[in-house]
């Protein structure tokens, strides 16, 4: 039938008469971790694609042609969309086969406690690396919110309270190491008014009187010491500003 009004009414038709059979599939996800309103959504995508693709002129039933359409879309949904972090399309396969082998184990009668590496990679066929990784990987599905808080933690502390923060202070260091041995290098009536000035913070005028100078002197001379380390400083490599540790 070509595209037109009349195929359009039959296509709705179609796919309210089979979307009950789409949300059974959907069902069979629901304990994935997703939410089973979505995985219905996903579903019914997949069944509007498979009424949009199936042509009757070939034979075939609808339903053999259907569930693998609607079956794959599920599939392709949890392989693209659902893992907030983005792992290999093998370790995903593998961290499937590991959760199915787990709770095949778990579910068989008399099995207690939880399962061993060689255990599952035995019960599975796989080897015990494939069975770490796809361990690794199951913890990767759900990304944890920096503001939950730690288990561990008896007094409020969230994920957040562990990592590290950008310290102002590093780049007062790494100046105050920079400049000492440009210091050193000046003559020693300009290392005492800085270090007065700075160290002290005692004003111009009083430093002029202690020297017995004017304070305008005392202004040229902190001017010019200050813009004679900074030259220094600046002429000189990052990597080299910071002397090794003895």
């Not at 579903?43 to 070939?58: E, F, H, N, S």
């Not at 499937?96 to 099995?111: P, S």
């Not at 700075?198 to 001017?223: C, K, N, P, W, Y």
Request: charged fraction near 30%; aromatic fraction near 6%.
């Amino acid at each position: 039938m070509s595209k037109g009004p009349e195929r359009e009414a039959l296509a709705e038709k179609l796919v309210a008469a089979w979307l009950p059979m789409a949300h059974r599939l959907a069902r069979r996800y629901r304990n994935r971790g997703e939410n089973l309103d979505d995985l219905q959504q996903v579903a019914a995508m997949g069944l509007v694609k498979a009424v949009d693709r199936y042509d009757p002129q070939r034979g075939g039933p609808f339903e053999p042609f259907a569930i693998p359409t609607i079956v794959g879309e599920l599939r392709r949904y949890f392989r693209d969309c659902s893992w907030d972090l983005h792992v290999p399309r093998r370790v995903q396969e593998l961290r499937n086969k590991v959760r199915a082998t787990i709770q095949e184990m778990a579910a068989t009668e008399g099995a207690e406690g939880s399962p061993t590496v060689a255990q599952i990679a035995e019960a599975a066929g796989m080897n015990e690396e494939d069975v770490l990784a796809g361990m690794e990987a199951m913890d990767s599905f759900r990304s944890l919110s920096l503001d939950a808080e730690l288990s561990s933690a008896d007094n409020g502390y969230s994920l957040a309270d562990t990592l590290g923060r950008p310290e102002a202070r590093y780049e007062t260091v790494i100046a105050r190491e920079a400049v000492k041995p440009c210091l050193h290098r000046l003559p020693e009536r300009e290392q005492r008014i800085l270090y007065l000035r700075f160290f002290h913070d005692m004003t111009q005028a009083h430093i002029a009187e202690e020297l017995g100078i004017s304070q305008m002197h005392v202004s040229r001379l902190i001017s010019r010491s200050c813009r004679a380390v900074r030259e220094q400083v600046e002429a000189e490599p990052r990597s080299q500003r910071i002397p090794a540790a003895a």
